[in-house]
C-alpha cells in the first residue's frame, strides 16, 4: 500500500511536514516518569515513526481508519502488536495500560472535545497530552479568564492541567489543507488530586455557567431554585468567562451548601 486517502468523514488532515513531526514529538516530557506513550490518528504515521527512535517510552498507535490501520502494519512492523484497530473514545484505556501514559496526536477536527472529555475522566493516569488541533481550540483551551473565548473546556482542564500553547502550524502542511490554522499544545496534570469540592457538580455548574454567555450566572443557575439572599451575593452579577477555576470552585461549594 502506497499511501492512505484522507477522508473527510474522519475529520483527516495529513501532516506532511517532517520537521513539524519531529518538533510536536519533542514536546513531550514523559511527567510523571510514564513509559507508555498512546498516539491517536496515527495516520501514515509521520508522527509514529519519531516516536519510534525514543526507546525511553513503548508507543502503542489507534485509530478507526482501517486503511491507515492496514498501512501502518506494512509499514512498522516494529509495533507488532501495539496498533489498535478502534475508535478512542470508545476504547477502555483502563485494560489497555496498566499504569500511567501520555497521549499525543495530530486530533482529527471532529472529535478534539471529545478526546478531551474522555482525559478528563482519566486524568489520574494521563499525567501528559501534547497535540495538534484547530488554533482557535488550542487558543480556548489555553485561554485565562475573562477572556472571549475562554470556555467550558477551558475551566475544566485548567483545573487538572497546566496548558501551554507551544506554536502555530501553517495549513500549507497538511493533505488536504485545511481551512484554519492549526496549533500544538501541551497539557501537563497539576498537583490537584481532587477538587475541594462535588466533582460531579463542578462539572455541572461549569456547563450550565457557560449555557448561556450572555447572562449572569443568576440566570444561568435558575435550575438550582438558589434562596433570594444566596443570590443577592457580587459573583452572580458576574459571567461565566469572568470566574477562574478557583472561583468556579467556590461557587460549587455554594451551590452545594444551599441546595434544598
Known sequence: MSKVSPKKHLGQHFLIDQNI???????????HGVTDVLEIGPGMGVLTQYLLQHKEYTTTVVDIDRESIAYLKEHFPQLQDRILSADFLRTDLSTLFP??????????????SQIFFKVLQHRDRVPEVVC??????AERLAAPP???????????????????YKFTVSEQVFHPKPKVKSAVIGLMRN???????????????????????????RNCLKTYNLPPEVLTQ??????????????FVQLTQLIEQNLS
Do not use: W
Open 132 to 137: 495538534m488541533l484547530q488554533k482557535e481550540v
Open 234 to 247: 457580587p459573583v452572580f452579577d458576574q459571567r461565566a468567562e469572568q470566574l477562574s477555576v478557583q472561583e
Open 146 to 164: 475573562g477572556s472571549k473565548t475562554y470556555g467550558i473546556l477551558s475551566v475544566l482542564l485548567q483545573a487538572f492541567y497546566t496548558i501551554d
Open 191 to 217: 498537583e490537584v488530586e481532587e477538587l475541594p469540592c462535588n466533582e460531579k457538580r463542578f462539572f455541572e455548574v461549569v456547563k450550565l455557567s457557560f449555557g448561556t454567555r450572555r447572562k449572569t450566572l
Open 99 to 112: 499504569g500511567k501514559f501520555a497521549i499525543i496526536g495530530n486530533f482529527p477536527y471532529n472529535i478534539s
Open 21 to 31: 513531526a519531529m518538533k510536536i514529538v519533542e514536546q513531550l516530557t514523559l511527567h
